[in-house]
């Protein structure tokens, strides 16, 4: 089982769309957990953080919880430009000892009009 | 410019070619990274420095050195390119405290091809 999994998609939704994303990972002491974004054939660009009480960038809203093993990411109000790949990072231990990203493979968002 | 350089942007190179991935950044960042990107793989690390003098295997090292100059600095080799290494590559830092602890910045990838 792959430490960090993210349902592919696409999510094909339209404009003014609420759409949720989840992100499961498998090690229970994993840190810092990250929202990512990445449009087509560039880099990854930070969307937001993630902490254990939740929150809110604009229409963008990320939760952790621990118990389940899970990240969400939430995106009110869905516009074009909204339409991308989005990957989550789990930073967990390594068998060297060090915390490291893991990244999930990413959910492809298609916002249409 | 860019925070975190990467170069060539571009490569075309044949099999059993030795090539290096220059990767270089101004964030100051003490921790480097090396990825590649397939599709439908995502990213995934070959690759990362903690420090100069500390150089770590990733998940998929196989085929691949790496050389930490400067704090600046981490260079990609691929030492016999073979055409499954087709690719986009990606360096990242980040930092080791602070506000953005763990927070990864990216170049803009390196994309390459093996014939």
């Known amino acids: 089982r792959k430490e960090v999994e993210q349902d592919p998609g696409p999510f094909n939704v339209p404009e003014g769309a609420t759409v949720a994303f989840n992100c499961t990972y498998s090690?229970?002491?994993?840190?810092?957990f990250f929202w990512y974004r990445q449009d087509c054939r560039k880099e990854p660009k930070l969307l937001m953080s993630?902490?254990?009480s939740g929150n809110e960038d604009g229409r963008f809203t990320a939760q952790l919880n621990r118990a389940s093993q899970y990240i969400s990411l939430l995106i009110r109000d869905s516009k074009l430009s909204d339409s991308a790949t989005y990957l989550c990072v789990v930073w967990g231990g390594s068998s060297g000892g060090s915390y490291i990203p893991t990244f999930g493979r990413g959910t492809s968002l298609i916002v249409h009009p | 410019d860019a925070d975190v350089t990467q170069t060539p942007r571009n490569r075309i190179t044949k099999t059993g070619k030795r090539i290096m991935l220059e990767c270089s950044q101004t964030k100051g960042h003490d921790r480097m990274y090396w990825y590649r990107q397939d599709p439908g793989l995502g990213l995934r690390l070959i690759y990362y420095?903690?420090?100069?003098?500390?150089?770590n295997k990733g998940e998929i090292s196989d085929g691949y050195s790496v050389s930490r100059q400067a704090q600046a600095k981490f260079s990609l080799s691929l030492e016999s390119a073979i055409p499954n290494q087709t690719a986009l590559y990606f360096c990242?830092?980040?930092?080791?405290?602070?506000?953005?602890?763990?927070?990864?910045?990216f170049g803009a990838g390196t994309r390459l091809s093996v014939l």
């Open positions: 993630v902490y254990s």
């Open positions: 990242a830092t980040s930092a080791t405290r602070g506000p953005t602890k763990n927070i990864q910045y």
């Open positions: 090690n229970s002491a994993s840190q810092s």
């Open positions: 420095s903690f420090d100069v003098k500390d150089i």
